[in-house]
């Protein structure tokens, strides 16, 4: 059993600066073929548990990576984005927004839900 933390592949947020202020940016089509190309890389089976932070882009790399393969995925919002704000007192960008548990329960229904 393996117990991964998962990032993402290339997000619509990374394409240009601007797009930082995209709320919830989706993976291109280059991050889709990052998130399945790990299937080959670094191929999951049934025991593998993966925890993955509530943003759109991560929990579509949890996913494309993990279809096919009935192992647990964990959403929780203690693994979060961190990078953007770097101080407490800054704002957070709207592109590291995390997803309402209503929302990741409706558009990924298969993973499990944790934290507060």
Same mark, same amino acid.
């Given at each position: 059993?393996?117990?991964? &933390?998962?990032?993402? $592949?290339? $997000? /619509?947020?990374?394409?240009?600066?601007?797009?930082?202020?995209?709320?919830?940016?989706?993976?291109?089509?280059?991050?889709?073929?990052?998130?399945?190309?790990?299937?080959?890389?670094?191929?999951?089976?049934?025991?593998? %548990?993966?925890?993955?932070?509530?943003?759109?882009?991560?929990?579509?790399?949890?996913?494309?990576?993990?279809?096919?393969?009935?192992?647990?995925?964990?959403?929780?919002?203690?693994? $979060?984005?961190?990078? &953007?704000?770097?101080?407490? /007192?800054? /704002?957070?960008?709207?592109?590291?927004?995390?997803?309402?548990?209503?929302?990741?329960?409706? /558009? %990924?229904?298969? %993973?499990?839900?944790? $934290?507060?």
């Amino acid at each position: 059993m393996e117990l991964v &933390f998962v990032r993402h $592949g290339e $997000g /619509e947020h990374t394409e240009k600066p601007d797009r930082l202020h995209n709320l919830h940016p989706e993976l291109t089509i280059r991050g889709e073929n990052q998130a399945r190309k790990l299937q080959e890389t670094w191929p999951l089976v049934s025991e593998d %548990f993966l925890i993955v932070s509530p943003t759109v882009r991560t929990l579509q790399t949890a996913a494309h990576w993990s279809e096919g393969i009935p192992c647990r995925v964990m959403v929780n919002p203690a693994v $979060g984005p961190r990078m &953007f704000p770097q101080k407490k /007192e800054w /704002e957070i960008l709207p592109c590291d927004q995390i997803l309402t548990k209503d929302r990741v329960a409706g /558009e %990924f229904p298969d %993973f499990h839900l944790g $934290g507060k």
